[in-house]
């Protein structure tokens, strides 16, 4: 991500990978890339994590889609 | 629910036999409080007497109710319909058919409270660090009467509501052998503290029979409830009346699931006294029924419901039912 | 040439009894918490009894070594955070369940306790004890739109000419699955599971356990023939069901492990609370000009409370700011229609209110906001039209707290929802026909309520000129050909289509291979009333035909096409209620819901779906409500008791009436799951609202929250 006033690139989240273990309704149901859970305006997802398969991760932080697409984070794997 | 002891007598003898034997026993009719409070681990008993086997137990014989008596036979019964319709009506509300089928008369009378601070394992008095759960917590469906003290849950039983507004007595056979008899008023009591309990029935006895008085007045049950099916009073008034002349000579009027006992109200029967039984005598009986009501900080809705509750009850017995469509 | 649905179907849109209807009413169906293979040990949970808690030491020795316990397992470890009462600790098998329940008893835990915060003002209080790091309270950035020419919200409703403003709140509800959360595993050998589980997702499912256990998918099969509800939290094998696996392989022996009804509610998922802080402005005639909200909820200790607003109706500007507040609390799952209910249940109550003020037919209100442009605003308008003829709108409803002498007040409400429902495009189904006569369907989909093997079934029959009962319809083996998880409503719309190319191509396939053997060209065959016709003439029974098919059967894999299915829906509800005002009873009389959802392949089914879904509504407006207690965190009606669900005497009469028309027909399969228990509780909130005269702007509609509102009123002096 980019920090105010630098030049690095801005990264678009949705450009890194998410965590292997990150699950979500949305994974089981919208198989085929189409749809996803989130809408405009408002975005429900709940998340958990396969690890722990609750929406605490192994490190004890928080399972999101944002928290799990850091990959500096202890328990991070990507896909 | 723990490993307990299972005996199922065949007489009311060996009942007792059976109670005094074992450690920490209990009489079992139909089960259906018990065998929750089991299986929630609230109740732990060594031993459970099962009694609804015993013949001379079962059964309505005139004025005469035996304890284990289910309730749909109490429901089933013309005579208690025609003359005690106070006690017929709280019983046919109860739970709903297959409940009846299995629940009993005394059981409805000795059951616990349904409190769900008591439920989920907080005790009879829920305190915690000196202080009450139910004072600090969600009393929605807790006591508005007598709750100056700590004992915050309401009497759970419908059934008692009508049997002390008719006058009705209860036969307890003690641990000894021998049989004592009662008003049904007596068997209840405010806990002081917790290890106390709100039954008076002590360990090893075991009620046998309810009484009804062979002369009654008028007389009816109202519930204010939330669900049609399987649900609790959120308040029941039963009222009975002896009207002379067309003026109530003799009125007693009871209310349940509004504290801790069964609340009978003698504000609201001196109110009548002397006076035709109209809406407007009804209504100021009423309100003089909740008049010392002390609510909680989530129950304060119960008073109304509790003054609506007498009102209908006192209308119903004389048939002046004016809020069904 | 692609397959299509029959222009004027015989079995398709008729109302057809499901295949295993007589055996789940007769207690012959085996739900996946009836097994027991031999040997069968039970597994019992042992969860947090603290809100809030980390874990000091687990000491299981005493556990072990009690009579019947043959495996003991532990979750978490020392040190480690519990967030809620229900979170999972360790787990014991045994060969009676009361032994294994014994064996957690005398699990020894020390735990340290931490302050909870299980309400949301206790998680929104200044000095909050600590849920979540990062803070218990985390709001969005707010979103707003503005029509051209207009700066700023303020400006827009400085246009108003009329502007409400209430706060609505809705609690925390529970999904209560009849048939609770778990699964049974069974080993054979090292390397392959067998695990009977109540899945929404058997491949799912099945993915899970083999990547737990580091074991080849192909070597776990999980079956689910059928199953008791899910409502969207039953997606995977969950920590229950991979403990169980965990216990069996330890043990030697199948577990069965389900949580009891207590833990299905504190850890089996939640729908999120919802608050909503409303103005809402419009003309004098009832178009809209603009809505302002702020608003927040909580799903326990995960995020998942945003729901839509504004919700159907067209606002031209607005603004939003939604805060996800975290409680020790549980963890919500997806509930039926997420967020749809919450946001209906609060747009609609704050367009019946301004409706009121302006003395505009609430009715009239919704038709004059209906957006333009939107494909659905033709349906509702056909959809209203009926729905208010059902329910008698115009001829009874009278202004809010009219209607009714004495203390019994009858009321009238209505709502709009709307739901997606479309199909994944992956999925598949086989079609087997034998040279018995006898046909297979297979996928690996499950039924979670939509009748999904009938409606194989049926389009089978369609096809081959069969009964519905001639058809044998495979599902919930996750070992089958990829099947559509049940979520979302997209069950029926993703395997409807697989399933109509799998039966025409088998039947293409059949009719290439009989030809010579019957005198014709392949092209001359056709299937009708159980026969087969070569050039229009019924040459002989379906069977004979099968028979010269020789030694071998005919397998098809059909997949999607388009053209076939589609998403979007609309639904309109109306409903009728009395209010006892003495009292705050509310009877709920009758229930009008009128929905659409495309070509509708079994209308037994579907008329079943649209009742349950209103069922469910109707609990969520009038009895629904998860209590915890502030001192000790705990949740007070974990129970079926105090935790509130109608029963047979609560029922009203359900009228539902389906939008079947050639134009919906000609949409194709849509999902209807979802879309028909989104509107029931803002309807039944509005008509309680109509019968008393005074708005109750908490849900569920129980007579304290009635009484409440009305003492609440009278003190105002506005009753």
Known sequence: MS??????????????????????????IYTDGSGGESHDGYDNTIYW??????????????????????????CYEAL | MRAFDYASPPTADLALKALAGGTDTVVMAGGTDLMNRMKDDVTSP?????????????????????????????????????????????????????????????????????????????????????????????????????????????????????????GAKATILGADGKERTVAIEELYSIPKAEGESELTVGKGEILTKVILPKTVGKSASYEAREKESYDWPLAIASAHVVLEGGKVKVARIVLGSVAPIPFRSEAAEASLIGKALTPETATAAAAAAVKSAKPLSGNAYKVKLAEVAVKRALLAAVGQIYWEV | MAASWPENPRLITTRITRLDGMAKASGKAKYPSDMRPEGTLFGVMLYSSLPHATVKSIDTSAAEK?????????????????????????????????????????????????PHAVTEAQAMAADAP???????????????????????????????????????????????????????????????????????AVQGTANELAGRFQIPVSNVTVLTDVMGGGFGSKFGADIWGLTAAELSKKAGKPVKMFLDRIQEHLAGGNRPSATGKIKLGAKKDGTLVALAAETFGTGGVSRGAQFPLPYVYSIPNTTREHADVFVNGGNARAMRAPGHPEGCIIMEAAMDDLADKLGVDPLEMRIKNLAPKDFRTEIYLEEIAIGAELIGWKAKRKPRGKNGNGPIKTG????????????????????????????????????????????????????????????TSNIGNSTFVPGQASGGSTTTPSMAPPALNAVTQAMEAMFAKIAPAVGGAAADLSL????????????????????????????????????????????????????????????????????????????????????????????????????????????????????KIAGASDMPEIIVHALDTPAM???????????????????????????????????????????????????????
């Open chain 3, 412 to 471: 009238y409400g209505m709502a709009l929802h709307q739901w997606g429902g479309a199909g994944a495009r992956d999925k598949q189904v086989t079609c087997t026909i034998n040279p018995d006569g006898s046909v297979e369907l297979r996928s690996a989909t499950q039924d979670i309520g939509t009748g999904a093997r009938t409606v194989l079934a049926i389009i089978a029959a369609e096809v081959l000129g069969l009964q519905p009962t001639d058809i």
């Open chain 3, 528 to 643: 009708k009333d159980g026969k087969l016709l070569v050039k229009g003439e019924a040459k002989m029974s379906w069977k004979d035909a099968c028979r010269k098919l020789g030694m071998t059967s005919i397998t098809e894999t059909g997949k999607f096409t388009d053209g076939l299915s589609a998403g979007g829906v609309a639904g309109v509800q109306f409903v009728e209620v009395t209010v006892d005002i003495e009292t705050g009873k509310v009877r709920l009389k009758k229930i009008v819901a009128v929905q659409d959802s495309g070509l509708i392949i079994n209308r037994m089914a579907w008329d079943s779906q649209v009742s349950g879904g209103v069922i469910g509504g109707l609990n969520y407006g009038l009895f629904e409500e998860r209590v915890m207690d502030p001192t000790t965190g705990q949740m007070l009606n974990a129970d079926m008791e105090l935790y």
């Open chain 3, 665 to 719: 027909r000609a949409r194709g399969v849509i999902g209807i799951g979802e879309p028909p228990t989104i509107g029931t509780a803002a309807a039944i909130g509005n008509a309680v609202t109509n019968a008393i005269g005074v708005r109750v702007t908490q849900w569920p509609m129980s007579p304290k929250n009635v009484l409440d509102a009305l003492a609440s009123a009278s003190n105002q002096g506005k009753a």
């Open chain 3, 66 to 114: 009690m009579p019947g316990v043959k495996a003991v397992v532990v979750i978490v470890k020392e040190g480690a955070t519990l967030r809620y009462q229900g979170d999972d600790i360790a787990a014991v098998a045994a060969e009676t369940e009361e032994q294994a329940r014994d064996a957690v008893r005398a699990i020894k835990i020390v735990y340290e306790a931490l």
């Open chain 2, 46 to 166: 060594g031993r459970v007497v099962h009694i609804a086997g015993i013949k001379t137990l079962a059964g309505i014989d005139a004025e005469t109710i035996g304890a284990a008596t289910t309730l749909a036979t109490l429901v089933a019964s013309k005579v208690i319909k025609d003359k005690y319709p106070a006690l017929w009506q709280a019983a046919s509300e109860v739970g709903a058919v297959q409940l009846r089928n299995m629940a009993t008369v005394g059981g409805n009378l000795l059951q616990r409270p349904r409190c769900w601070y008591y439920r989920t394992g907080n005790g009879l008095l829920a305190m915690k660090d000196g202080k009450s759960l139910v004072r600090a917590g969600d009393n929605r469906y807790h006591s508005i009467f007598m709750t100056e003290g700590d004992a915050l849950f309401v009497a759970p039983s419908s059934l008692a509501v009508a049997l002390i507004a008719l």
């Open chain 1, 49 to 74: 994590c396969l690890q722990t398969m609750k929406s605490f991760g192994p490190d004890d932080d928080q399972v999101d889609g944002h928290e799990c697409r850091q990959p500096g984070r202890s």
């Open chain 1, 3 to 28: 920090t105010e006033g630098s030049d690095l690139p801005v990264v678009e989240e949705s450009m890194v990978v998410p965590c292997r273990h990150l699950r979500n309704k949305g994974m089981y």
């Open chain 3, 130 to 200: 600590v849920v979540v790091k990062g803070g218990n309270v985390k709001k969005g950035r707010a979103s707003t739109t503005l029509e051209k020419g207009t700066e700023t919200i303020d400006a827009a409703f400085a246009k108003a000419e009329s502007v409400i403003e209430g706060t609505y709140s809705v609690p925390v509800i529970t999904h209560v699955c009849l048939e609770t959360h778990g699964l049974t595993a069974m080993w054979d050998g090292p390397d392959k599971i067998v695990a009977w589980a109540s899945t929404q």
